[in-house]
């Protein structure tokens, strides 16, 4: 019974895992951000409204918010890079002739 308890309660821990997470605030994150638009001029065209945006949210402690458009961007940021590579790649494929 104890060793079921220790499992279940351990089970929780990991679950609740991240809500207890401390992660960066909203003045890390865009900064995090700003950093990683500087080296993409292209997405620093699209997205940098955005980041802007988000960072005067954070400046006003709307850091939820400011997180969440963040999140959105760091999404944005992820898809493009995931549809640049997929372009780039190609896609090779072999005849499938046997001998």
């Keep these: 019974m104890t060793l079921r308890f220790a499992s279940a309660a351990a089970l929780l821990v990991l679950l609740a895992g ?3 997470a401390v992660g960066p605030n909203c ?3 865009i900064a995090q951000l700003k950093s990683q638009l500087s080296d993409n001029p292209s997405a ?3 997205l940098g409204g955005k980041v ?7 400046k006003e402690n709307k850091d ?3 997180q969440s458009m ?3 961007i760091r ?3 992820s898809q ?8 780039t790649s190609g896609s090779s494929t072999s005849s499938g002739k046997s001998r």
Excluded: I, Y
Excluded at 80 to 87: D, E, I, L, W
């Design 52 to 58: 802007e945006q988000a960072d005067r949210l954070c």
């Design 70 to 72: 963040a999140r959105q």
């Design 64 to 66: 939820e918010e400011a």
């Design 75 to 77: 999404d944005q940021m």
């Design 18 to 20: 991240p809500a207890f």
């Design 80 to 87: 493009a890079s995931t549809k640049g590579q997929n372009a």
């Design 27 to 29: 003045h890390d994150q």
């Design 44 to 46: 620093k065209a699209s």
